[in-house]
């Protein structure tokens, strides 16, 4: 399993940006895809994005497709979350996951390794 600590949440205007951080333990950070998920009040946690081990391959659900991009940096071992326009129904706590593939990461049955999460509040 690899530790993972996200960053970057905080309180935001509807219309602006915000860029989320999630620095992984470890030397085997390039082996393991990365996504996100979020999870508002009363709702189930659900898949945003996820990225390939070499960072090649992007995907997005539909909500923040054109709005949200991930993307990492394996030699910081550190993936991101550039959020742009964002909405009030944006508003959750955002999770950092990491597992053997991408196709694990979006379809499950179960991710290996998941963050603390951190909060994002959109303002309307």
């Known amino acids: 399993q690899v530790q993972l600590v996200e960053s970057g949440g905080g309180l935001v205007q509807a219309g602006g940006p915000l860029r989320l951080s999630c620095a992984a333990s470890g030397r085997t950070f390039s082996t393991y895809a990365m996504g996100w998920f979020c999870q508002a009040p009363g709702k189930e946690r659900e898949f945003v994005a996820a990225i390939s081990r070499s960072g090649d391959s992007t995907y997005y659900a539909d909500s923040v497709k054109d709005r949200f991009t991930i993307s990492r940096d394996n030699g910081k071992n550190t993936v991101y979350l550039q959020m742009n326009s964002l909405k009030p129904e944006d508003t959750a706590v955002y999770y950092c996951?990491?597992?053997?593939?991408?196709?694990?990461?979006?379809?499950?049955?179960?991710?290996?390794?998941w963050g603390q999460g951190t909060q994002v509040t959109v303002s309307s």
């Open positions: 996951a990491a597992d053997a593939t991408v196709y694990t990461i979006r379809f499950g049955p179960r991710i290996s390794s």
